[in-house]
């Protein structure tokens, strides 16, 4: 299968040049999901927004991102960003932050189709109109403002957006995060229903879960370094690190045990954190 993005031997560093992320490398094939985990502040978050264009001027990173056969890193900012919705397409963690508050999540889904795609005002209405009710959103909920619809439902609006762009790459931000367990359920199969339309996805999460149920690639990551990457469901099922085994082992269906203070002093030693 062809490969849509590449990241190789990324480092990020800070305004000290300090490496907050050292040396990563990974590549993402059309039509799969590739999951980032580990801890807050390993760097999962820092890695998307290199590949989004996201990162704060502060930071400067350095290697290259293959993406369609060109290198995000060495494009100027205003091409990078002529790429947001159209071929990268973000879905943060907040969906109420993200989606426009005063209009409906509606019109905001038809204007993908009429701006971004060109279709017809007519066609755009029609293709709305048959993606929300695909994602179990209601003709009512979907001409209400974002404000009024529960956590749940703003999280399957947004994805309409994704669903509706004609971007190959989805970068997903912790999408299950702060959802109950039926809400998350539901995130579940709208990421399943994103592969199934052939997006590319390249999620950060805290959930073990969701690669678990998903499958792809998993990187795991701790310090800014990759602890070890494979197959979402053989590395999770038979982890070859400690640290891994320590982040499965912290799991609420596993007793919460946190990670040993002595395995996490161990391996900053050993990688000089």
Same mark, same amino acid.
């Given at each position: 299968m062809k490969t849509l993005l590449a990241i190789n031997d990324l480092s990020i560093f800070d305004e000290a040049g300090l490496p907050l992320v050292r040396d990563i490398s990974f590549s993402i094939v059309e039509g799969s999901a590739l999951f980032l985990v580990g #801890?807050?502040?390993?760097?999962?978050?820092?890695?998307?927004?290199?590949?989004?264009?996201?990162?704060?001027?502060?930071?400067?990173?350095?290697? @290259?991102?293959?993406?369609?056969?060109?290198? %995000?890193?060495?494009?100027?900012?205003? #091409?990078?960003?002529?790429?947001?919705?159209?071929?990268?397409?973000?879905?943060?963690? +907040?969906?109420?932050s993200a989606l426009n508050p005063v209009l409906s999540v509606h019109r905001q889904v038809r204007e993908i189709f009429s701006r971004v795609r060109g279709e017809k005002k007519s066609t755009s209405r029609e293709k709305t109109h048959r993606l929300f009710a695909s994602l179990g959103i209601s003709r009512e909920a979907s001409f209400e403002e974002p404000r009024k619809l529960s956590g749940g439902m703003a999280q399957r609006a947004l994805l309409a957006t994704a669903l509706a762009s004609p971007a190959p790459l989805v970068l997903l931000d912790?999408?299950?995060?702060?959802?109950?367990?039926?809400?998350?359920? @539901?995130?579940?199969?709208?990421?399943? @229903?994103?592969? +199934? !339309?052939?997006?590319?996805?390249?999620?950060?999460?805290?959930?073990?879960?969701?690669? %678990?149920?998903?499958?792809?690639?998993?990187?795991?990551?701790?310090?800014? %370094?990759?602890?070890?990457?494979?197959?979402?469901? #053989?590395?999770?099922?038979?982890?070859?690190?400690?640290?891994?085994?320590?982040?499965? !082992?912290?799991?609420? +269906?596993?007793?919460?045990?946190?990670?040993? +203070? #002595?395995?996490?002093?161990h391996m900053e030693r050993a990688w000089n954190l």
């Open positions: #801890e807050t502040g390993c760097g999962k978050t820092l890695i998307s927004q290199a590949v989004a264009g996201t990162l704060p001027p502060r930071l400067t990173p350095r290697g @290259s991102i293959p993406f369609r056969g060109r290198d %995000l890193l060495k494009m100027p900012q205003k #091409e990078r960003e002529a790429l947001w919705g159209r071929d990268i397409f973000l879905l943060p963690q +907040e969906p109420f912790e999408p299950t995060k702060g959802l109950d367990s039926s809400s998350k359920e @539901s995130i579940l199969l709208l990421i399943k @229903s994103l592969l +199934e !339309n052939r997006k590319t996805l390249l999620c950060i999460t805290h959930d073990l879960s969701i690669p %678990l149920e998903i499958g792809g690639d998993t990187g795991v990551l701790f310090g800014g %370094l990759l602890v070890e990457f494979g197959k979402s469901r #053989e590395l999770l099922s038979h982890p070859s690190s400690p640290y891994t085994r320590g982040l499965l !082992n912290a799991l609420p +269906e596993r007793g919460l045990h946190p990670i040993p +203070e #002595e395995l996490i002093q």
